[in-house]
């Protein structure tokens, strides 16, 4: 009956006995608290009979809380030194397999070939290290295989910008790039002192699910995705003057965007933040239709 890893008696024994010092380059800070790990568990909605992927095991705090519901856990870890303390502090579960990889360089899509895992529910949940958090998730989202929903701890300010509406600050090409294919909420807010070491910024549990119409209405995925790297090029700038440096300064294209933005219910003062995912897809059509 040891200590959950988590418990910060435990995590400081695990830390003094291995002499192990957190790693700030590798986005190393372990959470310490049991609340909290129960709580990203239970938004992954874990069954016995589905797959956890982990990134970043860390020592193992969540690894283990995975393992006690999941059928199975593989975790990805970076670091070489945190190896042979995963097999330490994860030896009574049979349930987990541990990878010396960085998951940047992972095909997963092959990796469940592998594993034998094809057609199970899948779930990703992570503690992510900050220093990746967008390429990581960006690569999750868009692999061949559709992991059911992914439970990813991040900094909160990327947190706000992946679930932003339309009129807010931080909705940009990223809440848009992520919400064309998921649905997204925020679960909590988690303070720094969940962490040893503390963390600079406070962070967030974002809960991912994948919709089942996921990017419909985008015809021309390429197309669209210039679409909004144009119109959020200039913030602060209007849309329309984004479009008019993508496509032309012209009287004739000024005309043209004019009778797309009518079309699509978008004012002809509008800035990017202000417009729809629904409406960007329409413009997308109308513009790719009107500029060929
Ligand atoms: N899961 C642990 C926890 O919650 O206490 C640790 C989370 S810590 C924020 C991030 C972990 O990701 C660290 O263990 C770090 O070594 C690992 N990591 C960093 N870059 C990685 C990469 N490219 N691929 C896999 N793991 C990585």
Not at 75 to 90: C, G, K, M, R, S
Not at 277 to 292: C, E, H, P, S
Request: net charge negative; with cysteine; glycine share 4%.
């Amino acid at each position: 009956n040891r200590l959950s890893i988590s418990d910060p008696i435990r995590t400081n024994d695990i830390l003094r006995k291995y002499k192990l010092r957190a790693k700030k380059s590798l986005g190393q800070n372990f959470l310490t608290s049991e609340k909290v790990l129960n709580d990203i568990v239970d938004a992954s909605q874990l069954k016995p009979d589905e797959i956890a992927i982990e990134i970043g095991p860390g020592i193992g705090a969540l690894t283990e809380k995975l393992a006690q519901v999941a059928e199975k856990v593989f975790a990805f870890e970076i670091d070489d030194n945190l190896i042979p303390i995963l097999v330490d502090t994860l030896s009574d579960y049979d349930n987990i397999e541990v990878f010396n990889e960085d998951i940047l360089n992972v095909d997963l899509d092959q990796f469940v070939k592998d594993h034998g895992i094809e057609g199970k529910t899948i779930k990703v949940v992570a503690n992510l290290p900050y220093y990746i958090t967008t390429p990581i998730m960006l690569n999750l989202i868009n692999s061949d295989y559709p992991f059911q929903s992914l439970v990813l701890m991040m900094q909160k300010e990327v947190a706000e910008r992946i679930t932003a509406d339309p009129g807010h600050r931080q909705y940009g090409s990223l809440t848009i790039g992520v919400q064309t294919l998921m649905k997204t909420r925020i679960d909590r807010i988690v303070g720094k002192n969940s962490f040893v070491p503390r963390p600079k910024v406070d962070s967030a549990v974002v809960v991912l699910e994948r919709l089942e119409n996921a990017g419909e209405g985008i015809d021309d995925p390429k197309y669209f995705n210039k679409l909004i790297r144009s119109s959020f090029a200039q913030k602060r700038k209007s849309l329309m003057n984004n479009l008019l440096n993508w496509k032309g300064r012209t009287d004739e294209n000024r005309a043209k965007i004019t009778q797309v933005f009518e079309d699509c219910g978008v004012a002809d003062n509008a800035r990017a933040e202000q417009v729809s995912i629904d409406q960007f897809k329409q413009m997308a059509i109308d513009l790719a239709a009107k500029f060929d």
